[in-house]
């Protein structure tokens, strides 16, 4: 696949090299709209007008919509508000919000009025939801019938339609437009034409509010295995339908922005593909994280005060791994923790059951971990005596004990950690993800050395 994605795109720069404009038109047009999509994200910015305006405005309005936001983002810039009606008209309201949400208010208003008015208020009516709800999300195209239709009035309201393969159920509405059931196609087909529709409809019905977190509404097609998802309002007044393909999009994006975050960068990375935009959101986590490094700076130099200059840089040998193994301890407790709330998992359920089980696996880590640290403490300072290396006025055994008690208060420090943080960011409506490698490695570093740096020094100050 690979190989052929790169056939395609030597093919497609040897046409435009050639300015051959008739020759590129019939290749576009004959190519995949997916594979299309991909290799217009390779190609340069003058390059991806041309292939665009080589396409009839369906495919191009489609391919449009495969793009990454970034890419998309910047290709909308140079097309013409008439160049753009003409692609977005060919949209599903849905796909037309999105890419219509690229353009600046001016754009969008513009090519809003050149639209259909049917389609240009159904338009406006999604763009009203921000772009990460199930409102953002739907579709308004589905097939509807009353509460007193017959299972023939159904079907003959899916012919006309005009909805195509997408349409998975028949929703059930009573006159004040709140969802009453939902039909699937099967017994549309079974059941005798003249059968009331209230009797093969399904009243339990599964929705998701349109204000719901599109994270949540990909929660709802996993666990519940559906092809669509009916949105209502407050009241359950049925406004939309969500499908399984722009479920697992979110899930796919999701995916990315937590992967973003606890690599300590941004979702808006993605959006942009200027170097100077990425530079700024990295550079913000870079701060944050070097402002904690030089908390860690400040907590060595207070207890370097604390203690002779021999006996620091002993202590300050073993530091640096109590810091790594605290630290990776709790990514690996908040990862998990993380993933719970994405997924709704039994990790992010309860905050008391996935402490109680992060806990004994952590206190039985520590202690393994702890009593191997003094252990090497206790063997190595002897030998680095012996050799030369270093002259200790500390005892190895005081020093042990630091190591080994240090590695497993700090190890339990940073589980806990790993569980709570999580947990409460969600509670102030911030990203769970935000609690991910970046920020508890930086608060474990400073949190590691301090519980050691004051465990060693009340050890050595009773040993002395």
């Known amino acids: 696949m690979a190989e052929q994605l790169e056939q395609m795109l030597e093919q497609i720069r040897s046409l435009l090299a050639g300015d051959d404009s008739n020759a590129l038109r019939r290749f576009v047009s004959e190519a995949p709209e997916e594979d299309l999509a991909e290799v217009v994200e390779l190609l340069e910015e003058d390059e991806q007008q041309k292939v665009l305006r080589a396409l009839n405005p369906d495919s191009a309005g489609e391919v449009l919509t495969l793009l990454d936001e970034a890419t998309r983002g910047e290709v909308v810039e140079d097309l013409t508000n008439q160049e753009l009606t003409a692609m977005v008209r060919t949209l599903e309201p849905d796909d037309a919000a999105d890419v219509l949400a690229e353009l600046t208010p001016d754009q969008s208003e513009q090519v809003l009025s050149r639209m259909p008015a049917e389609q240009s208020r159904q338009v406006e009516d999604l763009m009203r939801y921000p772009e990460d709800t199930a409102g953002g999300l739907m579709t308004p195209a589905l097939v509807v019938v009353p509460e007193d239709a017959t299972v023939s009035e159904a079907v003959v309201r ?224 002897p030998l680095m005596e012996r050799t030369g290396r270093m002259h200790s006025e500390v005892s190895p055994a005081l020093v042990a004990c630091a190591v080994g008690g240090a590695m497993f208060l700090a190890i339990l420090y940073a589980t806990t950690l790993g569980i709570i943080l999580p947990f409460a960011l969600r509670r102030l409506g911030v990203d769970p993800a935000l609690a991910s490698a970046p920020l508890v490695t930086t608060l474990n570093d400073s949190s590691s050395w301090a519980i050691y740096l004051l465990l060693a020094t009340g050890l050595l100050r009773m040993g002395l």
Not at 246 to 264: C, H, K, N, S, T
């Open 158 to 381: 899916i012919r006309n339609s005009g909805i195509g393969g997408d349409v998975f159920y028949v929703y059930v509405m009573d006159p004040e437009k709140h969802l009453k059931g939902v039909i699937p196609l099967r017994p549309l087909v079974t059941t005798p034409p003249d059968t009331p529709v209230t009797q093969v409809m399904l009243p339990e019905l599964i929705t998701v509010r349109a204000d719901q977190d599109q994270e949540e509404v990909a929660n709802v097609f996993r666990k519940y295995d559906l092809a669509a998802v009916p949105v209502v309002d407050n009241q359950g007044r049925l406004l939309g339908r969500i499908t399984y393909d722009d479920a697992m999009d979110v899930a796919e994006e999701e995916a990315e922005e937590d992967l973003l975050i606890m690599a300590g960068t941004d979702p808006r990375e993605l959006e942009s593909a200027s170097a100077m935009k990425v530079v700024g959101v990295r550079a913000s986590w870079l701060a944050a994280c070097m402002v904690g490094t030089l908390v860690t700076v400040a907590v060595a130099a207070f207890f370097k005060g604390q203690l002779s200059l021999q006996a620091f840089a002993i202590l300050v040998v073993f530091g640096p791994s109590i810091a790594a193994m605290s630290g990776n301890s709790g990514v690996q407790t908040s990862t998990l923790t993380i993933l719970g709330l994405a997924t709704g998992g039994l990790a992010g359920r309860s905050l008391k059951r996935a402490y109680l089980r992060e806990v004994r696996v952590a206190g039985s880590l520590a202690v393994l971990f702890g009593v191997l640290a003094g252990v090497i403490a206790w063997v190595i300072l």
